[in-house]
């Protein structure tokens, strides 16, 4: 089989991979420049709380993201001690997956699909919603960035440097939500603490649920998972791209 690291596609995916978080933390703070991209982290987190309830039989009423990068699901019934970690679990995870796949014929498109029928049932849920406190500002980064998925899923199946853009695009994409879901759990669940009347961290509400485990305990159980899912996400892509994964 021979080495399972470097070849120069490899090292391409490592540097891509390390200039990106570089980047991204290096302009945490400059809102003109990564507004768009927190936002959108900010939607996929509150997507899996979504998708989480509806798995487990509950049911949704609601995503609202806000421009102040907060944002809330609102549902009824389903599992609470599986939906209240869904949102910063699920982000990593949904991003290491995503990443993995990046490298395969199907996979590109598949991403931006998930991304953009996720931003579309958004947009629908704005519909029937009863009560949204930022209507406008969700409705319109959905529609943005569903004209982003639209145009990258086209891309993929164009094949050639047109295909391979869309490639790096949508890998800024997942170790965006990568980084920002480690952060957010990092400053949110363990730097924090929480708590007031107002404002609960999944982290408590967790801790309230099952108590065996202190609010920063969970957090940091979330935060050394949530790196754990970027690494393999990170080093499936690395060894896909160098031959050595050919499923």
């Not at 949204?132 to 959905?142: I, K, P, V, W, Y």
């Not at 004209?147 to 490639?167: D, H, K, N, P, Y």
């Not at 080093?235 to 499923?247: A, Q, R, Y």
């Amino acid at each position: 089989m021979g080495s399972l690291c470097c070849n120069a596609h490899q090292i391409d995916v490592i540097v891509a991979v390390c200039a990106y978080t570089v980047l991204i933390l290096g302009t945490w703070r400059v809102d003109a420049v990564v507004k768009p991209f927190k936002l959108l982290a900010v939607f996929v987190h509150e997507g899996c709380h979504a998708c989480a309830c509806l798995a487990t039989g509950g049911r949704v009423d609601g995503v609202e993201v806000n421009i102040n990068e907060g944002g809330v699901t609102r549902y009824r019934g389903g599992w609470r001690l599986c939906v209240t970690p869904a949102g910063y679990l699920g982000g990593a995870l949904w991003a290491a997956i995503c990443t993995a796949v990046l490298d395969y014929r199907w996979g590109i498109f598949a991403v931006a699909a998930s991304l953009g029928l996720a931003l579309l049932a958004t947009l629908l849920s704005l519909l029937w919603t009863k009560r949204n406190d930022d209507r406008a500002t969700t409705g319109m980064l959905s529609v943005f960035f569903l004209g982003i998925c639209v145009f990258l899923a086209w891309a993929s199946l164009e094949g050639g440097t047109v295909r391979l853009v869309a490639q790096y695009v949508l890998l800024f994409v997942t170790t965006y939500v990568s980084v920002f879901s480690v952060y957010d759990i990092y400053d949110d669940c363990v730097r924090r603490y929480v708590n007031d009347a107002q404002t609960k961290s999944d982290a408590v509400v967790c801790a309230q649920l099952c108590p065996i485990c202190p609010a920063r305990g969970w957090g940091v159980v979330w935060l050394v998972i949530s790196m754990g899912f970027w690494a393999g996400g990170v080093c499936f892509l690395v060894l896909h791209v160098g031959g050595h994964l050919n499923l």
